[in-house]
């Protein structure tokens, strides 16, 4: 770092970002991206067709009848609303 500027040098920069592209990420590690099957994805699709938005009951049943956490069924729907607007 160089102290008179309060900026780091540009090799101080590069060493940096060549230990974050190592680990992956800077700081916190990302979650594993979901696989849904075929079946999960079928009956999201089918409840997306019924209704757009999911309260916390509708998203708890949901989450315990696919064997998912509620925050994926919420992400999901989240993406899948964006992914229809793209559409349109």
Do not use: H, P
Not at 6 to 12: D, N, R
Not at 26 to 45: M, P
Not at 63 to 81: G, M, P, V
């Amino acid at each position: 770092t160089d102290e008179s500027s309060g900026y780091e040098s540009e090799s101080a920069g590069a060493e940096r970002s060549a230990a974050a592209a190592e680990c992956g990420t800077r700081g916190r590690q990302r979650r594993a991206r979901t696989a849904f099957t075929s079946e999960q994805v079928c009956r999201l699709e089918k409840t997306f067709q019924r209704q757009k938005y999911l309260g916390a009951t509708e998203r708890r049943k949901l989450a315990s009848a696919l064997q998912l956490s509620e925050i994926q069924i919420k992400t999901w729907f989240q993406n899948r609303r964006m992914k229809l607007k793209r559409q349109i």
